[in-house]
């Protein structure tokens, strides 16, 4: 049996002010949500990389496999996460 995987279209840069620094993912989507909307990831994409304006030193765009069955598997299980505080909130409609 073979594993199946995620198809994750990523964007990464570097800056001018640090090229030095680790490369940063400033985008991720699926293959399936591109291949609905591809203006729209070609608009995202567009888009981060104006962000940055002149502070882009290089960019590139690799394709990543995720494996699907640990992300599957923590939508399917039900999770306990500790609070770490637990404040009071207004109202939003009392704002």
């Known amino acids: 049996m073979s594993t199946r995987h995620i198809d994750l279209a990523t964007l990464w840069v570097k800056r001018k002010h640090d090229k030095d620094a680790p490369a940063e993912c400033l985008l991720a989507w699926d293959g399936w949500s591109i291949e609905e909307n591809w203006e729209g990831w ?5 888009h981060q990389l104006a962000t940055l304006g002149a502070d882009l030193w290089q960019y590139r765009l690799f394709n990543i496999l995720v494996p ?11 999770r306990t996460v ?14």
């Open 68 to 78: 699907e069955q640990p992300i599957e598997e923590s939508f399917a299980e039900f």
């Open 42 to 46: 070609r608009d995202a994409v567009d």
């Open 82 to 95: 500790p609070a770490g505080a637990i404040s009071e909130l207004d109202d939003p409609r009392s704002l």
